[in-house]
């Protein structure tokens, strides 16, 4: 069982916009700004496509967007292409013995 | 380029031990803190453990500490992952992962990852 929840699945048509939500507890989403999250294709290794909640690195587009709500982080994906079907996984700090939860992931399927 | 590359998994019986390489190119090595993260296979990724850039600060998951030591050598560009009492849920692909902009639990480059297989 993972630390954060993230749905199994979610699914979109290209053009539209998803959201993926990630829970945890103010012991890690909800007590810092320090949630990132992360695509990954089959067979390949993932991908940053947001840190400390709501930044993107260089070179990701801006329909990669993320946000925060008491210990729900978000990521939304708007304007769906063929090529953001893909597993995505949030991340936190956590103030426990660990330094890091994963989520379980969540697989988005462009219909 | 900014690369890492991870070698030396491998298939290993239950108890064994095996170390894991990481070498680094392209950026200063010694100014990032490093991270290992595995993927069972079909499974999601799993956070294993974290070194500062100096050594000094080190972090393990509740699931390998005190099986597993992570260490790194600035001068060789080089992270390592010691991996003793090895057990079957530790198959899996094992990354290298650089700390980005000093936030935990942000990697911005990652290896192509070194399978490590343990069956007897």
């Known amino acids: 069982q993972s630390a954060l929840t993230q749905p199994a699945s979610v699914s979109g048509s290209p053009g539209q916009s998803i959201t993926i939500s990630c829970t945890g507890t103010?012991?890690?989403?909800?007590?810092?700004?320090?949630v990132s999250w992360y695509q990954q294709h089959p067979g390949k290794a993932p991908k940053l496509m947001i840190y400390?909640?709501?930044n993107r690195p260089s070179g990701v587009p801006d329909r990669f967007s993320g946000s925060k709500s008491g210990n729900t982080a978000s990521l939304t994906i708007s304007g769906l292409q063929a090529e953001d079907e893909a597993d995505y996984y949030c991340?936190?700090?956590?103030?426990?013995?660990?330094?890091?939860?994963f989520g379980g992931g969540t697989k988005l399927t462009v219909l | 380029e900014v690369q890492l590359v991870e070698s030396g998994g491998g298939l290993v019986q239950p108890g064994g031990s095996l170390r894991l390489s990481c070498a680094a190119s392209?950026?200063?090595?010694?100014?990032?803190?490093m991270n290992w993260v595995r993927q069972a296979p079909g499974k999601g990724l799993e956070w294993v453990s974290y070194?500062?850039?100096?050594?000094?600060?080190?972090y393990y998951a509740d699931s390998v500490k005190g099986r597993f030591t992570i260490s790194r050598d600035n001068a060789k560009n080089s992270l390592y992952l010691q991996m003793n009492s090895l057990r079957d849920e530790d198959t899996a692909v094992y990354y290298c992962?650089?700390?980005?902009?000093?936030?935990?639990?942000?990697?911005?480059?990652w290896g192509q990852g070194t399978m490590v297989t343990v069956s007897s």
């Open positions: 992962a650089r700390t980005y902009s000093g936030s935990p639990g942000a990697f911005d480059i």
């Open positions: 392209g950026f200063t090595f010694s100014s990032y803190s």
């Open positions: 070194i500062s850039s100096s050594s000094s600060t080190i």
């Open positions: 103010s012991s890690d989403v909800g007590g810092y700004n320090y």
């Open positions: 400390d909640v709501s």
């Open positions: 991340s936190s700090y956590t103030s426990s013995s660990t330094l890091v939860v």
